[in-house]
């Protein structure tokens, strides 16, 4: 692992290889492209005035959602994280309980826990998908986990363990089946967090529907956009209704009533957010092939620089390629920085990979497992422009 590979390029030559590919215009990570029916539904909603939380496109999208994941139930809702919040509600997590998260995730999956007052506790990821290693976590809850009348409970902080949260790493589908093995072992919930695979299949089968609940997002940097928004993917109808229920503040149904029976939350996605989600939604196999053929072109480019590699969908899966990752060698030293420096100040929108969330200030005092696979890979990882603009 600490092996040293020579480096035969430079930050100069990496951005020249970025720009034979993505050319010599100013260019974001994931801008969003509209080219089919955005305008015709968006002007349809608004002539008809249903632009708020319900309208036919709601159904519309739903449907259609429900037709290509293949998940029986499917509640819009107006982001990802809002999705995430209900499904741990509804997986009963309360506050003071621990939920397992991977500590290789945007912010959001950690924010949605800690909404319910509970505690994240981080696990490290594996390095083909970048998503949870179900042989780290089954060694780890082994460690940790003491069953108290049948509920799994952390021995160390005296914590109920209610749920983990697989995340699926710029759309590539993690081992989600490994992982969910571990997770029935210890009676944990599974919530997939598929906010970045819409559109990627492990098996055949969409992400988002392995967990008890899935949710996936929309926002304006995902594969497909809503402007803003999320859907919940279940296969469970008493799921499916309180889901709906509690995103609609939890309002009992009525012709004219006002009957709330619990603290409810203004989480629907608006009708006007589902028409602009059902024309990108009608494009997206057209998106996927595009970012597959980008994929190829970095391919041919950094085949150059035998050092550097793209990262490419696991065996197992079906990717969507939302983010393409170039993954570096670990002897990079200040590279990456230089790379990142350079190419944004050139007009090429790169990133690296989050800071893991057990980094961050607010978050550091949580339990974690060994993340020395994070560690490592944390600093190797470059995120390049991923949406081909024709
Ligand atoms: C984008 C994202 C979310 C949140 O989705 P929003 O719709 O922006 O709230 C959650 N988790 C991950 C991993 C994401 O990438």
């Known amino acids: 692992m600490t092996e040293k590979i020579a480096i035969s390029y430079t930050a100069d030559q990496f951005l020249n290889s970025l720009r034979n590919v993505v050319g010599a215009e100013i260019i974001g990570l994931h801008e969003p492209i509209f080219n089919g029916n955005e305008i015709k539904y968006l002007t349809d909603a608004i002539e008809s005035t249903y ?47 621990e939920v397992i998260v991977p500590a290789l ?34 060694e780890y809850l082994t460690e940790i986990v003491e069953f108290k009348t049948g509920l799994p409970v952390n021995k160390f902080t005296k914590r109920r363990i209610g749920a983990i949260i697989v995340m699926h790493t710029f759309g590539h589908p993690s081992k989600i089946e490994e992982i969910i093995e571990v997770a029935h072992q210890f ?32 926002n304006g940097n995902k594969t497909i956009t809503t402007g803003g928004g999320g859907a919940i993917l279940t ?10 229920h509690l995103s609609t503040t939890a309002k009992l149904p009525s012709k004219w009533e006002f009957i709330h029976d619990t603290v409810g939350f203004n ?43 793209m990262m490419e969908e696991p065996s197992f899966a079906r990717s969507n390629y939302w983010l393409q990752t170039i993954i570096l060698p670990s002897s990079t030293s200040n ?55 024709s």
Request: net charge neutral.
């Open 105 to 138: 995730t945007f912010a959001a999956t950690a924010n949605a826990v800690m909404y319910c007052g509970a505690v994240p506790n981080f696990v490290d990821c594996e390095t083909e998908s970048f998503g949870i290693d179900p042989d780290k976590l089954r």
């Open 335 to 389: 590279l990456r920085d230089e790379i990142l420096d350079l190419t944004n100040d050139s007009g090429i929108m790169t990133r690296p990979i989050w800071e893991p969330l057990s980094n961050l200030k607010h978050l550091s005092k949580f339990p974690k497992m060994d993340l020395s696979r994070v560690d490592e890979y944390k600093n190797r990882l470059i995120n390049l422009p991923s949406n081909p603009k």
């Open 267 to 309: 989480y629907r996605m608006p009708n006007l957010n589902a028409a602009l989600g059902l024309a990108q939604l009608e494009q997206l196999e057209y998106k996927i092939d595009r970012k597959r053929k980008l994929l190829e072109q970095y391919k041919v480019e950094f085949a150059k620089f035998p050092e550097l590699h």
């Open 51 to 97: 632009v708020s939380s319900t309208g036919p496109y709601i159904e519309k999208f739903e449907d259609k959602l429900k037709e290509y994941t293949g998940s029986k139930f499917v509640i819009s809702v107006n982001s990802g994280t809002s999705g995430l919040h209900i499904s741990l509600l509804l997986s009963g997590i309360l506050e003071n309980n």
């Open 235 to 244: 296969d469970q109808a008493n799921l499916a209704h309180r889901a709906r």
């Open 187 to 218: 009676n944990l919930i599974v919530i997939e967090d598929a906010a970045e695979s819409m559109g990627s299949f492990y098996s055949g089968k969409h992400t988002g529907t392995f967990g008890s609940m899935g949710v996936l997002s929309f």
